[in-house]
């Protein structure tokens, strides 16, 4: 199983070129390359600029032996805003960009609404928004990812799953019914709307399940942070990834983490978390290995 991290803190900092070297230095395999909270934004660069950006990209990613497993687009785009919006057209080129450094798959943050809108046929507009996407994702070659999410509960002051559980998620995969839409699993967000991520897991469909955003919370706040360092159970998360078969990446998304350092420990911080989700990967293996003997 390969190992790969998030991009976006240590890419705003230091720049692509320098963030791919310090990842690939640290013993990370891949990259979740990152197009929101973009320091540089990416999109407003004239085609032939932002294909030269995405080919030195891929061929810096080539000789270091990096990959891009998984990317994330930009998601500031809200309802109602139109197709010819900055924000809509930033997610459709991030399609192209994906492809030329040859990702091919992408997490599409589906449109939330607050928890007191009884109007709007949330599930109806998010159907609509994704099979939008479709002529793209197909034109490139990228599938979308579909994520768990939260919306905030002010008034009880709590989060509220957004496809919150497997159930939910695996029925919404159901009414899109394409083989371009498959599912990200975040292991936080599940972890702060109730339920737990190795629940989570165990609940979807193996096939489906092609991406994670690993990251450990206190069951209270979206921390995105290193696992071991809040209160999720990872020996009952690699036990559900190797009981499913999970093929993808251990990849985490732990930006907040790094956030917390200066940039002469960025070395330092990815490293311990390369260490990390290697010991995770290596220990969905090592079960997976013994469930597959025990047959």
């Known amino acids: 199983m390969i190992i790969s991290t998030d991009n976006s803190v240590i890419r705003n900092a230091l720049g692509d070129q320098r963030a791919l070297r310090l990842i690939r230095e640290a013993g990370f395999d891949g990259v979740d390359y990152s197009f929101y909270d973009m320091k540089e934004d ?7 600029q932002l294909y030269a950006r995405a080919d030195s990209i891929r061929a810096t990613a ?9 990317s994330h687009a930009p998601f500031r785009y809200r ?12 997610i459709v080129r991030s399609f192209e ?7 091919t ?22 159907l609509e928004f994704l099979r939008g996407f479709l002529p793209y994702a197909r034109n490139f070659n990228v599938r979308i990812g579909v994520e768990n999410l939260f919306v905030t ?7 509220v799953g957004h496809h919150g559980t497997p159930e939910q998620l695996n029925a919404f995969l159901d009414r899109l019914d394409d083989p371009m839409f498959v599912a990200c699993c975040d292991l936080g967000h599940a972890a702060i709307v109730g339920t737990e991520p190795e629940a989570f897991i165990a609940g979807m469909q193996p096939h489906r399940l092609t ?8 069951y209270r706040h979206d921390s995105h942070t290193l ?69």
């Open 62 to 70: 080539e000789d270091l032996g990096l990959c891009f497993p998984q």
């Open 153 to 159: 509960d002010d008034r009880r002051g709590c989060f």
């Open 79 to 90: 309802f109602g805003e139109g197709k010819n919006s900055k924000n809509y057209l930033d």
């Open 105 to 126: 798959q992408m997490v599409i943050h589906t449109l939330k609404f607050p928890v007191t809108d009884r109007t709007t046929d949330v599930t109806a507009v998010n």
């Open 211 to 218: 991406m994670l955003h690993v990251q450990d919370t206190d």
């Open 42 to 48: 990416l999109f407003a660069l004239p085609d032939s």
């Open 227 to 295: 696992p071991h360092l809040g209160l999720q159970h990872w020996d009952a998360v690699t036990s559900a990834l190797a009981a499913m078969g999970y093929q993808g990446a251990m990849n985490l998304e732990v930006l907040l983490y790094y956030a917390r350092f200066p940039q002469e420990l960025y070395p330092a911080a990815l490293k311990l978390a390369a260490e990390t989700a290697r010991c995770l990967a290596a220990d969905v293996e090592r079960k997976r290995g013994q469930t597959i003997s025990a047959k």
């Open 97 to 103: 960009f994906c492809a030329r450094i040859g990702c």
